[in-house]
């Protein structure tokens, strides 16, 4: 399997390259050439497997120049009882006839990137060794929220790496924040950003971009990569799960083999729902993709429109992690859906860098419309659905999960379809307490309570127990205070790294 630049001017390479450069050296991002397919029989012989082997099975299908003891380790060591709480890593709860709930959440951070960032060390540091690169491989990361503590924890204490993940100062959540600045490792650094998290991904995209100090840095033995979804390595395994919620729907008897479902995903850089799309074109039967925004609507405007236009109010909301205006994965998608035309694709990333905005042509907007549904949730009506589902269900949900209910309601109402239908739940609801207690509580219950005496007051409504991950947090050591501009992110990195101006 080859992959190529959806900007076109790089050659194609195999995936353990893909992997280590982590975005192509000419801005593109790179996609496989072919998409593989799984066929129905093969799709009835993994509804019998276990969440390990079904992972091996598809990555072995993309990861082709990775043997299969390689594959296999990296699996082993990523998704097991250690990490995960949940025997099925990611299990699906019912909550009616036609909903169901994919929980990406029981890994150790409490939230679904880990379902990528466990693996992701593994695949990188056996693609170092694969195509003999000796150098230090530092990881840059910009974060709005879960990726970074997830990325932190899969790659702390990992030989030959150096993780330097960035944040947008008042742009996460106190509870990820913690998270971040009390990560533990020995080469590990968190630096604040002021600014939102647009301001932080630009920052490090234009550090790659830059060509000189790249050549500056592999002098000195050190080679950048990425742990964002802009990496083909965080993608790749997120296209898993979609394959073993179905498989689980399967199993259980829900569905039978061959019955289309819907997803619903919320989404903010795209990558998430990407990795749906992926698995629908291998041969996944889904009928829709349902795209779920918060107040930062950009993507539900343009899966209706056609036109992308990140000129527009940034709003902070109670689902940090989707407060995002530009999307960057969805150029992934955009070359896919025109027939791999990199000028298209080079010629509308460079207008949304320039103008602002953009337009797809018309048999691409198509395409997506027959694809996508898109919707989006405000702050309130978020709360709403929060205690909506808890007063019906007795089942507690994030901010984000929030979101992603909410929008699959406007669509059932919207399009009378009641398709069985699989929502990502992306963060435990544990990790967004203040606003999940404030939406089943009521604002008396809250007000004054800081944020772990929320997590005792959720555990002992929910009897849900507090995630490890999440405890202690208040008594551990504060060990990273750096805070920069958004102009200052590389001369920071150097200093990060030691290095003489």
């Not at 929910?462 to 999440?470: A, F, N, R, T």
Request: hydrophobic share 40%.
């Amino acid at each position: 399997m080859l992959y190529e630049s959806t900007r076109g001017h790089f050659k194609r390479v195999l995936s353990a390259e893909a992997i280590k450069l982590g975005i192509s050296p000419d801005g593109g991002l790179f996609v496989p050439h072919e998409i593989p397919q799984i066929p129905r029989n093969r799709l009835k012989e993994m509804a019998g497997l276990g969440y390990q082997a079904r992972a091996a099975v598809i990555l072995r299908e993309y990861l082709t120049d990775y043997s299969e003891e390689e594959i296999d380790d990296c699996v082993s060591y990523s998704y097991n009882q250690e990490k995960f709480d949940s025997p099925a890593i990611t299990p699906v709860r019912q909550l009616s006839d036609s909903l169901y709930i994919l929980e990406l959440w029981h890994g150790p951070t409490c939230a679904f990137k880990d379902m990528a960032l466990q693996i992701l060390p593994h695949l990188l540091t056996k693609a170092a060794v694969k195509t003999g690169d000796v150098s230090t491989i530092v990881i840059l990361v910009a974060t709005s929220g879960d990726t970074g503590k997830a990325a932190l924890e899969g790659f702390k204490n990992i030989p030959n790496t150096r993780i330097i993940v960035f944040y947008p100062e008042q742009g996460v959540s106190a509870m990820q924040q913690l998270q971040m600045i009390t990560q533990e490792g020995n080469n590990v650094d968190v630096v604040a950003v002021r600014g939102n998290f647009d301001d932080a991904q630009n920052g490090v995209k234009d550090i790659f971009g830059n060509t000189v100090f790249n050549q500056d840095l592999l002098k000195k033995n050190y080679r950048l990569s990425s742990a964002n979804s802009i990496n083909w390595g965080r993608l790749v395994p997120q296209i898993v799960y979609y394959f073993s919620a179905y498989l689980d729907l399967v199993a259980n008897g829900n569905i039978v083999l061959g019955e289309k479902v819907n997803f619903v995903v919320p989404t903010g850089n795209f990558g998430n729902i990407l990795s749906a799309y992926y698995a629908m074109e291998m041969g996944l039967p889904v009928s829709k993709l349902i795209c779920a925004s918060n107040a930062n609507n950009v993507l539900t405007d343009f899966i209706r429109t056609g036109v992308y236009n990140r000129k527009r109010q940034f709003w902070k909301t109670i689902s940090p992690s989707m407060d995002i205006l530009i999307s960057s994965n969805l150029e992934r998608l955009l070359y896919h859906l025109n027939g791999r035309d990199y000028v298209k694709t080079r010629e509308w990333m460079a207008n949304l860098r320039d103008k602002e905005n953009y337009k797809v042509d018309e048999l691409t907007f198509a395409r997506i419309d027959r694809l996508f549904w898109s919707g989006f949730a405000n702050d309130n009506e978020t709360i709403e659905t929060i205690r909506s589902i808890f007063q019906k269900h007795g089942y507690l949900i994030d901010t984000h999960t929030g979101v992603g209910i909410n929008v699959y309601e406007k669509y059932t109402t919207t399009t009378g379809d009641n398709t069985k239908t699989i929502v990502a739940s992306t963060a435990s609801p544990f990790k967004f307490n203040a606003s999940v207690a404030q939406a089943i509580m009521g604002d008396n219950a809250v007000q004054g309570k800081n944020e772990f005496e929320l997590l005792k007051l959720l555990s002992a409504i929910s009897s849900m127990e507090i995630p490890p991950g999440l405890k202690d947090l208040d008594k551990k050591t504060i060990l990273h205070r750096r805070t920069v501009s958004k102009n200052s992110m590389n001369e920071e990195l150097k200093n990060i790294l030691q290095l003489a101006n």
